[in-house]
């Protein structure tokens, strides 16, 4: 079956490539590049192979198949590979590779369908696997539900401590983790030998490389940081073993989870400023959480940024630009969102617009008084003022 799947072009000439073992830069043997100049230049320099002829912006490759010149083309079929996502792969591989860990990133039409093929790929085999998992973002709970559906055999269970995994478990850590921003220690669960798998959507590179503290995979809402401007639904599964990465391309090769051109497209054009704007919403997120700490309406803050593990884990110990409040009343939680003017009353996080929702509306697992905070890229005293109004009309 393996040999059926032809080789993506990001194979090899990802391979072509010598990355870092520094970590946040990227080695070549002329170069030393930090995540900002990565992100501009990982899918050109030095890659004629993916150019296009003398355009400084990427082009927009649209067709679904590829002609064969003496029994030859780099591409054969859009389902397999085609130049705008091997490009857009290239930046994802280079970028999360700063990490210190050589890997590469395969792009998923959604969030979800990245978390249902890592999971269909993790969790096979005799003996059955147990899949360890407790709470985080209720979508992965339901792509779990239709796998078991199906009659898939893994075992699911409440994750436990550290303590409690055997080499052999499937750990699923969403960290940080939606809404709460709690932070795993990936390392200590890895040390068990499980495979450990992070959700890090909250957080992409630079803020954390999940395979240099023992991550056998790293799953991404591209939707979410990565494309970052609240008009792309796309996902990225990321590993450096060469057995998982072969399954997770003839799993998607099967499937044909894929994004469209456009939304590659656009996911590669916001990377570019990636380092840029998850340094602002990081940054804005970390300043708003301490204020709304000493407001008297508010009960609780949910965010990790500071704490001694983000400080060990996470770049600077910022967390993302997500976070949680709790106020003091029901009522006031759902009445929130729409008291404020900046932050949308909406789903979804990493944008460069604020969002602000009352999380219960989808998730029952969640306190009803708890807000959901999306911080975007307005400037952060700008946003403070408006949380200031918003607090005192309710
Ligand atoms: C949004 C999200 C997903 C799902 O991504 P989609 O692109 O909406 O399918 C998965 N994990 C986390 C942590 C998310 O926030």
């Given at each position: 079956m393996a040999s059926f799947v032809p080789k993506a072009a990001s194979t090899f000439v990802y391979r072509a490539r010598r990355i870092s073992v520094r970590r946040g830069t990227t080695r070549t043997p002329d170069k030393c590049w930090r995540t900002a100049t990565v992100a501009v230049h990982a899918d050109n320099a030095g890659l004629p192979e993916l150019s296009h002829d003398w355009d400084v912006a990427p082009p927009i490759g649209v067709t679904s198949t590829f002609e064969r010149r003496n029994g030859q083309a780099?591409?054969?079929y859009s389902r397999t590979s085609c130049p705008t996502r091997s490009r857009c792969e290239q930046v994802l591989s280079s970028l999360e590779a700063q990490g210190g860990v050589p890997c590469r990133a395969l792009l998923f039409s959604s969030g979800l369908s990245a978390v249902h093929g890592a999971l269909s790929v993790l969790c096979r085999g005799e003996p059955a696997k147990r899949l360890l998992i407790s709470g985080g973002y209720h979508g992965t709970h339901a792509v779990i539900a239709e796998l078991k559906a199906t009659g898939a055999t893994f075992e699911v269970a409440p994750l436990p401590g550290p303590e409690g995994v055997i080499a052999g478990d499937v750990v699923w850590l969403e960290t940080p983790k939606n809404p709460t921003s709690e932070l795993y220690d990936v390392a200590e669960y890895a040390a068990r030998g499980a495979d450990v798998i992070v959700d890090a959507t909250l957080a992409p590179p630079p803020l954390q490389y999940p395979l240099a503290v023992g991550a056998r995979v790293v799953v991404h809402a591209?939707?979410?940081?990565?494309?970052?401007?609240?008009?792309v639904v796309a996902g990225v599964v990321v590993a450096a073993d060469e057995g998982i990465l072969g399954d997770l391309e003839r799993y998607r090769h099967a499937v044909g989870c894929v994004p469209g051109s456009f939304e590659t497209w656009l996911l590669l054009r916001s990377l570019r400023t990636l380092d840029l704007r998850l340094h602002r919403q990081a940054t804005s997120a970390a300043e708003l959480a301490r204020w709304l700490r000493s407001h008297d309406k508010v009960v609780a803050v949910h965010s990790s940024a500071g704490s001694e593990l983000a400080r060990r884990q996470m770049k600077d110990g910022l967390v993302g630009g997500t976070f949680a409040i709790e106020l003091q009343t029901e009522e006031m939680a759902t009445k929130l969102p729409a008291a404020l003017?900046?932050?949308?009353?909406a789903t979804s996080l990493g944008g460069c617009e604020s969002l602000a929702e009352w999380r219960r509306r989808y998730d029952d697992q969640i306190s009803p008084r708890l807000v959901r905070i999306s911080v975007g890229l307005e400037h952060p005293e700008d946003l403070r003022c408006d949380f200031e109004r918003a607090l005192d009309t309710l």
């Open positions: 780099p591409h054969t591209a939707t979410k940081a990565l494309a970052g401007h609240s008009d003017t900046l932050f949308k009353d």
